[in-house]
């Protein structure tokens, strides 16, 4: 699998240890408008994914499952599908990937567990409307930070317009208000506000190491499946998973463990190799306001004008942050 200025190498075809092409932090050059088209198409899909894990999580806890459910059947399902992948890596390059042990250890922090109990725990602190603003706040301004800090990324009047138009549509589609930050919502912000933190973390780690984006998958969820599974299983036990209608668990594996589990980690990994950091961090913003049209036939909630008009705001704000200035 190669990307245009990352060039990242397949486990499935060469080592992994082989030589990477020096690229731009900032991801497609300027001029690459084909890379650049490609990013956006993947970053459209990783923002769907993301609104369609968001809608079914709320989904799966009106059904009468737990943060700690869903995390397992994530991580769990996404470790098993991704296991062959890994395991042609450790055949075809082993002292490769024991020699970059840090960067997949950091993925799989960012990534990993801790991001699923965090998202899906605050979902039973903060109201929905929360989880419309604060951790893609936090991706999208944490991911432009860190990019300055840690990729030496330059800080621009447009990206900082950008974002501020991004937030300022998450808060008009959402309809957050200050009534509705109570001391128990405010635990949950915190948590939306760490999760997004992790995760723009984690994008800066895959393009500052220059991660090949379906071998940094196949990482972070096969060390979920050694880790917190068995630790899920030990603590919780099988009766809490089979207590649950056959039905809402079939739905969770394939969307929390087929589709979100390994698809999200592999389009945003895809998109940061193709469009940088920064650039990427904005599309999960998208999410929400996909998800309040995907919520519609599932959770029987009609979007509304303020909900139409947030999502109009935020894709202008994602714009002026993709698009490249002169």
């Not at 968001?54 to 996404?78: E, H, Y």
């Not at 009766?239 to 394939?254: C, G, I, K, N």
């Not at 036939?297 to 999502?311: F, N």
Request: some cysteine; charged content about 10%; proline content about 6%.
């Amino acid at each position: 699998m190669a990307c245009t200025n990352a060039t990242a190498v397949s486990p499935l075809a060469a080592p992994v240890t082989a030589p990477t092409a020096p690229s731009p932090p900032g991801g497609a050059a300027l001029g690459d408008k084909a890379t650049l088209r490609r990013g956006i198409a993947v970053g459209l899909v990783a923002a769907s994914i993301g609104a369609l894990y968001t809608v079914f999580a709320r989904w799966g806890v009106a059904q009468g499952l737990a943060a700690q459910d869903m995390t397992v059947l994530r991580f769990g399902v996404a470790g098993l599908l991704t296991l062959p992948v890994l395991w042609i890596a450790l055949r075809r390059d082993a002292a490769g990937l024991r020699r970059h042990w840090r960067a997949w250890l950091a993925v799989s922090l960012l990534a990993g567990p801790p991001f699923g109990l965090l998202m899906f725990g605050a979902l039973q602190w903060a109201p929905s409307s929360h989880a419309a603003v604060f951790p893609f706040t936090a991706m999208s301004v944490m991911g432009t930070l860190l990019a300055i800090w840690v990729l030496g990324e330059r800080f621009t009047a447009r990206k900082a317009l950008g974002i501020g138009v991004v937030v300022g549509g998450l808060l008009v589609l959402s309809g957050v208000s200050l009534g509705s930050l109570t001391p128990r919502a405010l635990l949950g912000d915190a948590m939306f506000l760490l999760a997004g933190t992790l995760w723009a973390g984690f994008g800066i780690v895959m393009r500052r190491e220059r991660l090949d984006p379906l071998l940094a998958t196949a990482v972070i969820s096969v060390v979920a499946l050694l880790t917190y599974v068995p630790a899920y299983f030990a603590w919780a036990g099988t009766e809490r998973l089979l207590s649950a209608a056959p039905s809402v668990l079939a739905v969770e594996v394939l969307v929390q463990g087929v589709i979100a589990g390994a698809g999200t980690l592999y389009t945003y990994s895809r998109m940061v190799a193709l469009l940088g950091p920064s650039r990427a961090a904005v599309f999960p913003a998208l999410a929400p306001g996909i998800a309040a049209l995907m919520a519609w036939p599932v959770l029987g909630h009609v979007p509304q004008a303020s909900e139409w008009l947030g999502l109009g705001i935020v894709m202008a704000g994602l714009v002026i942050t993709v698009r490249p200035g002169r």
